[in-house]
């Protein structure tokens, strides 16, 4: 391929070289900010060597080019405009001065969850692993793994540590990158997130068990009584508390005089913060949060697979919206609240929807005869059904359309089906085939009768659409 060729064909089909004010590029996709992306020339990028799709979201307008080719387009498009090196978080700053209030708030959240999400990934396939070892039934009738091999006990306990870390000790891992988001030192906000999780506090996992005992313990200051409890696995205390020591510290940076700034500033921010933290902010959002995980957990309970169907149904354009990053901190907290909530039903319905978007891409390789079309579709197909969608919906299924409402089909229905029996996941992971590890034992048949059902319906509706397509063009 003619790298530097491809990038002056963009350019031009960008709208010139003065209308890209920023360019970066993640694993598969070229990352542009344009000043009016109206001056796009969609069908002239589509005809471009190597270009797998392309779409605008978030103030940004993203080429798909696959990995291994977006780093050199991005090369020799940074080397003709000579922008120089710009981060992703770079062309997301640019973009998100386009945005609006509601955009932005997702993209806040994203900012912040994305870079933990690692760490929960891990923990989660990690606790999935343990259960494979305390899972009754799962390999032998009626005993599970350390039950019929004792000595593989102490590994499955040891397994089960290392998965619970990440969710023990999240607040610091949130206060870090909120603390980042925030404006403020993110050291501090991870000081913060320690103190949300000290040793000398009541474990937040065994609070109502102590609240049902009364056996809460307390702070006794000026007759003020404050609990010591903690906030292992929490997410809305700490972005709340993180907020707003970061609002105190940029404060006192102001008008604490700088002979003093680094000895008082961060004294008096984390004290503070910490005072609300346990007095009012940390109680008022715990309970918060409780009630949100609580009452998504009824809603997907009682509507069963009537609200299955239409989550299903609606995810993929969600995703198209870019409203799905608000999901991350949304399955953080039914996670953490696992006793309660019995897991996250959001991962199963996601890997419905990108089982049914690699269906249909699939689908696309059966009835188009374009080499080039085929060439794209077969591996974005796969990936999809490994769970990364892009490149299958923005490249293939919504260029079509016919696709893209066949896995919206495909996935209502494969939804309703996993919803009826109400499957939920374990932790976080490629939503998709690899995403077995991350279901409950008791729901994996229910997960992997359901992504049948979503690549069936889905590849057999697109079968038929796009015969009806044919026959109406012929």
Request: proline content about 4%; hydrophobic content about 50%.
């Amino acid at each position: 391929m003619d790298f530097p060729k491809i990038a002056n064909q963009l350019i031009e089909k960008l709208g010139g070289k003065e209308n890209i004010s920023g360019v970066a590029h993640c694993s598969t996709r070229l990352r542009l900010v344009l000043k009016d992306e109206n001056k796009a020339d969609k069908e002239g990028i589509e005809q471009i060597e190597g270009v797998k799709g392309q779409f605008a979201v978030a103030g940004q307008y993203q080429i798909i080019f696959g990995a291994g080719t977006v780093n050199k387009v991005h090369d020799a498009m940074t080397e003709i405009l000579g922008l120089g090196d710009m981060t992703k978080s770079d062309v997301a700053n640019l973009g998100a001065e386009k945005q609006n209030v509601l955009q932005r708030l997702v993209k806040g959240l994203a900012d912040i969850f994305v870079p933990i999400i690692p760490a929960i990934v891990a923990g989660g396939l990690l606790m999935g692993l343990a259960n494979v070892f305390t899972a009754q039934g799962l390999f032998i009738d009626g005993k599970s793994l350390i039950e019929a091999y004792p000595n593989l006990t102490d590994l499955a306990a040891m397994i089960n540590t290392f998965a619970n870390a990440p969710f023990v000790y999240l607040p610091i891992l949130l206060a870090f990158s909120a603390s980042r988001k925030f404006g403020g030192n993110p050291f501090l906000g991870a000081a913060l997130g320690m103190l949300m999780v000290h040793p000398d506090l009541l474990n937040g996992w065994g609070f109502s068990a102590a609240s049902l005992s009364g056996n809460i313990p307390y702070w006794d200051i000026l007759g003020f009584h404050i609990e010591k409890v903690g906030y292992q696995g929490s997410v809305l205390p700490v972005l709340a508390a993180t907020w707003i020591l970061a609002k105190l510290e940029n404060t006192f940076r102001k008008i604490i005089p700088s002979v003093l700034d680094n000895l008082l500033t961060p004294l008096l921010a984390l004290f503070i913060t910490g005072i609300l933290t346990f007095t009012f902010v940390g109680p008022i959002t715990h309970k918060l949060g409780f009630l949100i995980g609580d009452a998504l957990t009824w809603l997907y309970d009682t509507t069963g697979f009537i609200g299955g169907a239409i989550f299903g149904a609606l995810y993929a354009p969600i995703v198209i919206t870019g409203m799905h990053q608000t999901f991350i901190a949304i399955e953080t907290q039914l996670l953490a609240d696992m006793a309660h909530t019995g897991g996250t039903f959001i991962f199963p319905i996601a890997a419905m929807s990108n089982v049914a978007q690699g269906a249909a891409c699939l689908g696309v390789l059966f009835l188009i005869r374009d080499t080039k079309v085929k060439g794209i579709a077969l591996p974005s197909g796969i990936s999809a059904l490994l769970g990364i969608t892009e490149p299958a919906m923005f490249g293939v299924n919504l260029k079509y359309r016919y696709p893209f409402i066949a896995a919206m089909s495909g996935s209502g229905v494969s939804s309703a089906f996993i919803a009826f029996f109400h499957a939920k996941a374990q932790a976080l992971g490629a939503a998709g085939l690899p995403g077995i590890i991350s279901i409950k034992p008791d729901s994996i048949a229910v997960y992997c009768i359901g992504m049948l059902i979503s690549f069936v319906v889905t590849f057999a509706i697109t079968l038929l659409l796009g015969l009806r397509a044919k026959r109406k063009s012929n």
